[in-house]
């Protein structure tokens, strides 16, 4: 009686590991289609201040308390950020990125996330800081050739002025 007992259980567990064992493997789930690669396009940057800082007057600064006398008034807030990415000459994101903070002082972030199919495509990504009405202060056009279930990330590098693709 014990051995059918033993021989019992010795049969459930092994139903269960290979249970367990057939569903690490199967079905099969992947986080993008076959033959497609995803383009990241993903940084963190504080563009300039809204507006521009201010000389003091002597009235003005012996009015302040003395540990907060200061020269120049410089206000706190930062402009938004517009950025553009073209794939293959269609345009694919634009956005103005506000700065974050509770005093609109911090940098913007951007992250967007493009699956496109396997093979060669043309990138531009745009990036607009500044107080200028039009046209872009830092740009990068190049070809890529993107490999299945390769990640290409775009980062902008603020210390160069350049974008990177890597």
Known sequence: MKAVRLTGQ?????????????????PTWGQIP?????VMLTFVHGADRKGECRR???EEIAKL????RRVKDCPRGRRAIY???DVDGRGVYQASLQPTGIAGDGPSRVYQRFVLPAGKHDLAVR???TARADGFDHQRRDS??????????ID???ESGSFVFR
């Open 10 to 26: 010795f049969i459930v567990i092994v139903a269960l590991f290979a249970g367990v064992a057939a569903l690490s493997d199967w």
């Open 34 to 38: 076959k033959g497609t690669g995803v």
């Open 56 to 58: 003091l007057t002597p």
């Open 65 to 68: 308390p003395p540990n907060m």
């Open 83 to 85: 950025v553009e990415l």
């Open 127 to 129: 990036l607009r800081d």
């Open 144 to 153: 890529v050739e993107l490999a299945p279930d390769q990640m290409l990330v």
């Open 156 to 158: 902008y590098r603020p």
